[in-house]
């Protein structure tokens, strides 16, 4: 049903939510330990400054008086020339060790600034992924809220059963281009932050695993997000109608389940009216989970036969079936769906089945 699919969804959307939100921590513990590295290695680039001034004067100093020694030979004796050059090379060789010094702590703090800056973004575009993700949950309990209490509004009344279903279909559409636009987007930016946050050379294998796991979580949730709109509203059915839309539905329930699908399609290429097509589609869902839950059935033929006045459709498997005088349609919701679906559109259903042979539903529609 359509409350639990975006009960489902808001599910979803919540544990992704949780893990954005863990993320989020641990980069903002990563941004504080970084923040104190960055704080510290400030200081002993200053000191260093210091002592590089202090060691460049007195370098200076010891080669003017090297340059006196030298020059006034005849003044100073030899022990003295030599003391003066040994303390002019001792301090070079100083000034040159803490130029050195300085170049590296330099290079040390430009690298964990960058390092401070890209992880203080990523950690607020978390937080504002976090607040839009938000966002969309409310939106969507918002909207189940206002379907069930249309629904309930509506249950029971036989002559407004084809506009709850319009309706249906309507927040469908709009449901899933919500999903798409909204929390789809969100994740798909989750996975590249993520991914970026593994660049930035961070040195926790915690956090490295932790990131891994958030990758993996957040690509299958945007699969099951993508499959729900899908199942949501078939955009095909939109654009190409109803035997292109079951065919691209039955590529992916083959490529889901391994039980293959076989279509085929006879008679006129023709469009009709969208609610018939979308209630056909809905049957044609149902049956293929139903055979899929309870068949066994490993192929399954779907054939369409379009007139101008009549669509027929015809679904077989051959899966173990069952006896159709043993089943409780009223109990059986998948069943009762279907029929009551073919009986607002004014149209005949016979189902052939038995225990060993397969199950085969036959459909006639008016569509002229």
Do not use: W
């Not at 400030?42 to 202090?54: C, E, L, R, T």
């Not at 803490?98 to 992880?119: C, N």
């Not at 449901?175 to 930016?189: E, F, K, L, T, V």
């Amino acid at each position: 049903t359509l409350d639990a699919i975006l009960n489902s969804t808001i599910q979803k959307i919540q544990e992704g939510k949780g893990e954005i939100d863990e993320i989020s921590r641990q980069v903002s513990d990563e941004c504080e330990k970084l923040k104190n590295d960055l704080q510290e290695i400030s200081q002993k680039v200053n000191q260093i400054i210091k002592k590089v001034d202090s060691f460049q004067y007195k370098e200076k100093l010891a080669r003017y008086e090297l340059f006196i020694t030298n020059r006034d030979f005849h003044v100073y004796g030899e022990k003295e020339m030599k003391d003066a050059y040994k303390a002019a090379m001792e301090l070079r060789d100083r000034y040159q060790e803490l130029q050195q010094q300085e170049r590296k702590l330099r290079q040390e703090r430009d690298k964990l600034t960058l390092r401070y800056r890209k992880l203080s973004a990523t950690a607020e575009r978390a937080k504002s992924l976090s607040a839009q993700i938000t966002e969309v949950i409310e939106y969507l309990a918002q909207s189940l809220k206002n379907m069930s209490g249309y629904v309930k509004k509506l249950q029971g009344k036989d002559d407004m059963v084809i506009a709850i279903i319009r309706a249906q279909e309507e927040e469908r559409k709009a449901i899933a281009r919500d999903i798409h636009d909204g929390p789809a987007q969100a994740i798909s930016n989750v996975v590249i932050r993520a991914e970026i946050c593994k660049q930035l050379g961070i040195e926790r294998p915690d956090l490295l695993e932790e990131l891994e796991g958030l990758v993996a979580t957040a690509n299958n949730s945007l699969e099951d997000i993508r499959r729900i709109i899908f199942n949501l509203r078939p955009m095909h059915l939109d654009d190409l109608g109803l035997v292109y839309a079951v065919s691209k539905y039955c590529e992916d329930f083959e490529k889901r389940t391994g039980i293959k699908v076989v279509v085929r399609h006879t008679g006129c290429d023709r469009r009709f009216d969208d609610t018939h097509e979308i209630s056909v589609y809905r049957i044609i869902q149902e049956i293929l989970n139903n055979a899929r839950k309870h068949s066994g059935a490993d192929t399954i033929e779907i054939s369409f036969n379009i007139s101008p006045l009549v669509l027929e459709v015809r679904v077989k498997d051959n899966g173990i079936g069952f006896n159709p005088d043993e089943v409780d349609y009223t109990k059986h919701f998948g069943l009762k769906g279907i029929t009551e679906r073919v009986n607002l559109m004014e149209g005949n259903i016979s189902i052939d089945s038995a225990r060993g042979k397969g199950t085969s539903f036959y459909i006639e529609i008016p569509i002229g």
